[in-house]
């Protein structure tokens, strides 16, 4: 095998298998075709092809195959959209085993178009783009090679590297074009159909439960991954939000975990309100993402309205209903994998309820201590206060005196039996949910009323958005103050609260969202107002809100970037110019010789290969054609005026070509008759 | 001169031919059943990856026209030509290619409008290199082939379009009559043996024994060696440096038309050969002249020439093999 042929092949198989990636990110397809399809895409890069001496028998394969697939969609296991793309997958892979004919590599070529192709209508992640533009890329260096390996002779190398730089050029214009068709072409369908949801990278890896117990092992402040993404309106427009984002809350502490006072489920609906808000609610628009996990609502604190939520599922995407649970929380009433709605909240400084708002139940409930709670507890908490009564100061002083003298860890011990005195006189170290039922229980044992709230803290600016990641997911104290309602009041040192993943690791996904967002924004969801807004764009460049100056006395990026496309395409002309005005001119002789040359053709005058009209006079003047007569003078002025420094004068041409033509005519009818 | 039907049909499709002709290979069928289905699938469900896949093999498809039209231009052939070309059977033919501005690649070379097969490909063309591509044609019957122009191809760059275009470029093959066995008897020799040969008692050849083999039917019993004839029980006759030379003048009948010329044609060249290999002198009589006879492989290209014409109007010149 040349050495050309074998580049080939593996830039064939890895085109195929780029394909199939485009397919598998979805994460539907069924396991063991990602097994098969995986072990036939090693074997082929080893160059094992298993098939080769039996490719019709090991066809017979494909079809077990495609019935177990078959009753896998009768059994409603698989789509069938999910079950044809394993299908061309295990056709494609099938074809990598095979000999490597021109028919075969036509054949893995055109199932990684399909595979492309399905993957595009499984799932919207960004890495699908990049496995398209490898299938792309390898794809076509395989075919170009291809092309020209049949064109070299047997025993001669193939011409790798020469090919590779105009096929670079070739597929950098193919990718330019592609983007330029997207931009442009109308979005006029005929059928709308959302993009469908993936589960993405790896299992869920957070979510809110009905109970917090405390011990175990803290993993989830390490876990950089993004549960949430959400925009805000009026945008506060700073870098880092430090916002506590609630999912719910608890009130009852048995000692080991926390739970809510029980409430019965309300009834569903589209639009939940659970407190009245005014004219200054933060709107927001979020998107739980898949390792989220969990069906409760997240919301700026403090949530007032939250609906119109959609579920996006692997079939689509569907409105779905709301369910207002015990603890103040929302729950979507339908599984997805990813969840978008809208929330409204109101601004920072307390959730505005009074104490009599609250079911009975509830209220008592905030004062609530487990029978065996340690005695310290209480002890510790009239110590720090000293007599102070007021529910915000009293919860200022314990919080600072909490981060003052206890130390945030996330190595625990494992289950104690009073994990709160643990943390208070043993250990003297927790994380986040020690430190916030410490301050509610130390609280309580002076008659202040508080509560437990789970949630996240946090919110990175990415473009337009904030999001939140796992690893922000905290707990927090709320008490009740007269007059303002539930307020925040954190224990957690101010450092542990965000999350503790490792700075390069949170640096990486960033940019990963930031280039997902993008992706999502300008290709997912690309659309007719989209294309209206870039002809507007094009044709009135948008005006500043408020006709706010610029403060940059500078153009605008705009004007750069016309003045750039103005100045290439001004020195494009000035090549062409410069090449079409430098081009040599045909002399005036030698245009006067090609018409004399017609004139001679139309009149079938044989003339000898290479021979110059000089010659074919010499030669006619010998035979003694009829035409030499008129021939000669021609030809004469012709030399004369080509080398001979005596040009052609005006109208001198055309008279003599009329002479060589009447006497054509006159040969003709000589001839005629 | 009257046209034949057949060269005037053909220069009628050379003069309305199109600078270049796009023919869609089978990959490239199957490329675009795929680009409409994602284009309908695009527009069906609006799904903007469907889009961006349909884009990208849309201009798939027009840089695919551009490389291979840049790959195209700026690029002269000249024929090479062949040596001898025989009906029926493949046949050395060459043709010089150059490209003055850029590289070529994957160009396929054939001669336009004619009944030669075959094709001779080159895989890279540098810009102002002098290629000579080899191939391996083969005409169908004997006679002049008239080459209107060369078509030269390219799949490149992925192979979904054959792009050709068509160099205009007179010329004429001449095509001997196909080889074969000759089957036939030569017939008597018109004249006795000539030179040395002609001492009867140098019936046998002259110079020194150069060996001996069996003695095949029909040949003459004066040859035979028959001290070694009799050593080893059979009989061998004595082959000598220089055989006897005998003079014949063959035949193709007047009145021959279509397949029987054609086959007399084919058994006299064979005859020719044979003899003209044996060391004899050969002539040829035709309706169309008569060639005295000769001897050695000039006199065999002169007969061969001269069969080839047989039946077909047209210049007997030395310079018609292309």
Known sequence: MRPGTRLRLALRDLGSGAAFASMAVS????????????????CALAGRRLFAKRAKLTALLLLVVAAVLGMNVLAGAINLVVAACSFA???????????????????????????????????????????????????????ALGVVEASVPEGEPVPVRQVMRPLATGVGFAVAGAVAFFILFPRLNWNMMGPRASPGLGPATTGLSDTVRLGGAGTIKGNPRIVLRATLSPDPGKEALDAYWLGRTYDVFDGQEWTSVGRPPRGAMYMVTLRPGGDDLVHQRVELLPAYGARTLVALETPSRLGNAVAHQQSGSRRVGLQEMGGGEVRLQDPGISYAYEAYSLPPGGSGH????????????????????????????????????EPLAAARKLAAWLQQELTYTLELSGDVDDPLADFLFVRKAGHCEHFATALTLMLRTQGIRARLATGFFGGERVDEAYIVRAGDAHAWTHVLVPGRGFVTVDATPPAHRASQSSVVLQKLISFYEAVEARWRSAVVDYSFRDQMDVARALVRPPRRRGGEESPSRL???????????????????????????????????????DAVEAQLAAARVERLEGETLEDLDARLTREGHPLSPALTPVTRRYLEARFGGRPLRQGEASQLLGSLKRAISAEARRRAS | MRLRPRQWWSRLRARFRLPRTLKVTRIGRTYLVVTFGVGLGALNTGNNLLYLLLGMLLSMVVVSGVLSERCLRDLSVRRVGTDAAFAGEPFAFRWAVTKKRGHGFALTLSEADSPLSGEGGVGYLPSGVDHVVRADLTAPKRGPVPLAGVRVTTTWPLGLFAKTRVFPLKGMLLVYPRRGYACVDPGEAERGPVGDAGNPRRNDGTGDVAGLRE???????????WRKSAALGKLLRVEREREERRTWVLAVEAGLEGDALERRCEEVAALAHRLIEEGHEVGLDTVDGRLRPAAGSAQERRLLRALAWLGHEGPRGEEEAA
């Open chain 1, 89 to 143: 997958g295990l056709i494609s892979a099938h074809r990598l085993l095979s000999a490597p004919e021109p028919a075969t590599d036509g054949q893995v070529h055109l199932s990684g178009l399909l595979m492309v192709a399905g993957g595009a209508a499984l799932s919207g992640e960004l890495v699908y783009g990049l496995f398209l533009v490898a299938f792309g890329v390898l794809s076509s260096m395989a075919l």
């Open chain 1, 27 to 42: 994460g539907q397809l069924p396991v063991w075709t990602l097994v098969l399809y995986a072990l036939s895409l090693v």
């Open chain 2, 215 to 225: 003695l095949m039917q029909g040949e003459d019993a004066r040859r035979i060696h």
């Open chain 1, 354 to 389: 009074d104490l009599r708002d609250l079911p009975p139940d509830e209220q008592d409930a905030l004062l609530t201590i487990p029978e065996e709670l340690d005695p310290r507890v209480a002890q510790t908490a009239a110590r720090v206060l000293n007599g102070e009564r």
């Open chain 1, 555 to 593: 153009p605008p990026l705009r004007a750069w970037g016309a003045a750039l496309v103005a100045g290439m395409g001004a020195y494009a002309a000035w090549r062409m110019l410069t090449r079409v005005l430098a081009r040599e001119r045909p002399h005036e002789a030698t245009r006067f010789v």
